[in-house]
C-alpha cells in the first residue's frame, strides 16, 4: 500500500479504491445468482466465504 499511496493523491487513491469496490461488488453479485441457482448449500457458502472476508478487511484496517 505504501508504494501506491506515494504516487497517488489522496483523492485519486479514493476512486481507485472506489472503483476497485465497485469491481468487487459486481464479481459478488454474479456469484450471488450463480449461487441462488445452485442451491441451499452453495448460497451458505457463499454467505460463510462473505463473512470470512469482513473478518479479514476488519482485521487489516
Do not use: Y
Request: glycine share 6%; hydrophobic share 45%; with cysteine.
Amino acid at each position: 500500500m505504501q508504494p501506491i499511496r506515494a504516487h497517488l493523491s489522496e483523492g485519486r487513491l479514493w476512486k481507485v479504491t472506489l472503483r476497485l469496490c465497485e469491481c468487487l461488488r459486481a464479481l459478488e453479485i454474479g456469484t450471488l445468482i450463480r449461487n441462488l441457482t445452485a442451491g441451499p448449500l452453495k448460497f451458505r457458502q457463499f454467505f460463510d466465504q462473505q463473512a470470512l472476508w469482513i473478518r479479514k478487511i476488519g482485521r487489516i484496517k
